[in-house]
């Protein structure tokens, strides 16, 4: 006789029908027959079939889409705080080596030109990768589509 479902395993069968596995993947990924997988899906009225590959699909897209609006919103913030700080404001600089193989540091009233440049890529690499993750899931302007996007939603913080 075979051991009991465990809760567990009927969750874990649950979350893979919920993702689009067919029923001879998950039978094999928690190793239970098809006959199980099949009455933990009528269990929570699945059917199996295009139908449920489609909203599986559909459900990680908008997941993924949410993923990366909150990705594009931490690297903005991060585009924001490099750009503060490495624009304006004291900076340190140091050197050290030489004969005496000797460290030394000072703190200027603004930063280095080279410093600046530094920031300034780091800025605009950051913008650009904002930028291509919008373009990827609104690949059309807000005019036409009538979606806020992330970068309206940064244009309307500043």
Known sequence: MAKRLTEKEKDRIIRLLQAGNGSNQIAKKVGR???TVSRVAKSIDHTFGKTNQINARE???????????????????????????????EHLVFNFGGKDNDYNEHILNNPT???????????NTLYRTIMDI???????????TGKLTILDLMKSED
Do not use: M, N, W
């Open 33 to 35: 027959s098809q006959d």
């Open 59 to 89: 459900a990680r897209k908008a997941y993924c889409a949410e993923a990366r609006a909150e990705f594009a919103k931490e690297l903005h913030e991060i585009a924001k705080k490099v750009a503060a700080e490495d624009f304006t404001g």
């Open 113 to 123: 030109i080279d410093a600046k440049l530094a920031a300034a890529k780091t800025v």
């Open 134 to 144: 919008t373009r990827y899931d609104d690949p059309k302007p807000q005019e036409i």
